[in-house]
């Protein structure tokens, strides 16, 4: 038996619990072949959506959540991994349709994994979690389109949020000058010791503005959508890229041509899910490279997994900044 967050959905309605499970009731080893501990998980945008039953994120029922985790492989039958060995999973559909990692035990795919880098210990791992990783990403694509510092100012949207408040650290300290944005007025000064150089006011972007507006940002990383994606890329300057990785605000985009065409804007799309393991791995080296590890007291806070489904709630009413670490173990 293992302790775990169970989503059930049935005749009685949906329901959120802390359960003792049989860890009979993993998926089987046909559909995943490596056993694992997971020490921390993470409450992530998603995960909040799922235990608060917000939106259909869950395919498969019951459903244990947490698209994140890192901990110690208990059983292998797959080359890459033996028992002992540290892992962080991100995405591929844990905790969706999958059996994810806020629980003591899960049964998952070796190629999802990746090895838990030095620098990291599993905690501080799940402090970057998805949110760290896919904001990595976001960096990654800024410089594979010639991003360099010096080039201009780079907008940040979502800023209090785990996306924004890694992509915050991490381009600060490559030498960019950042402008964040956010809703929470009581954040500037979170943000700024982050390395935010200005914070703006988010209702500046989330009204719809004109199709092209003046030019000011070198490139964007974007986790909310909506309106606020359509005012920042009409903002940025010629030639710049603009890396979409949210949809806080929505899932629409109600833009125009106009700074594809008139100015060669780069809307690059960033999928943390299902992204390529050689990817995901080049992510986390370069995260273990270029975050501040110090920085992750400042981003993320802790709750034990006995107050998830209440930190669950909370995320969704907008109470919560940074990131959020489970910690499994009671």
């Keep these: 038996m293992f302790r775990g967050l169970l989503l059930e959905k049935g005749e009685g309605g949906f329901g959120a619990r802390l359960a003792e499970i049989d860890e009979s009731r993993l998926p089987g080893a046909d559909l ?17 959506l799922a235990i608060t039953n917000r939106a259909p994120v869950v395919r498969a029922w019951p459903m244990v959540p947490g698209i994140d985790g890192a901990g110690t492989v208990l059983e292998s039958a797959h080359p890459d991994w033996k028992p002992g060995d540290r892992f962080v999973l991100n995405g591929w559909g844990v905790g969706e349709t999958h059996w994810g990692c806020l629980a003591e035990r899960a049964r998952l795919k070796g190629d999802w994994l990746v090895k838990l880098p030095a620098a990291f210990t599993p905690r501080q791992a799940m402090a970057i979690g998805t949110a760290g990783y896919t904001a990595m990403l976001c960096v990654l694509a800024l410089e594979s389109h010639g991003v360099v510092p010096g080039d201009g100012e780079v907008l940040v949207t979502g800023a209090s949020g785990g996306v924004g408040s890694v992509a915050i650290a991490l381009l600060a300290k490559l030498g960019h000058r950042v402008v964040a944005v956010s809703g929470k007025p009581d954040a500037a000064d979170y943000l700024k010791s982050l390395g935010a150089a200005e914070v703006l006011d988010r209702a500046a972007f989330t009204a719809p503005g004109k199709p092209l507006q003046k030019e000011r940002w070198a490139a964007v990383v974007d986790a909310v959508g909506s309106h606020t994606l359509a005012n920042a890329l009409a903002q940025t300057r010629y030639g710049g890229v603009v890396a979409a990785c949210g949809l806080a605000q929505g899932l629409d985009l109600p833009a125009s041509v106009a700074p594809f ?11 943390s899910v299902m992204a390529p393991k050689a990817r995901r791995e080049a992510a986390w080296q370069r995260l273990a490279r270029d975050l501040d590890a110090t920085l992750l007291e400042r981003i993320a806070s ?7 489904i209440a930190k669950a709630a909370e995320l969704m009413e907008g109470k919560v900044t940074g990131r959020v670490v489970v910690r499994i173990a009671s």
């Design 261 to 271: 065409i008139l100015r060669g804007v780069t809307l690059a799309g960033i999928d």
């Design 32 to 48: 995943a072949d490596v056993l694992v501990q997971p020490e921390y998980s993470t409450l992530n945008y998603k995960d909040a």
């Design 302 to 308: 802790e709750v034990s997994l006995d107050f998830a």
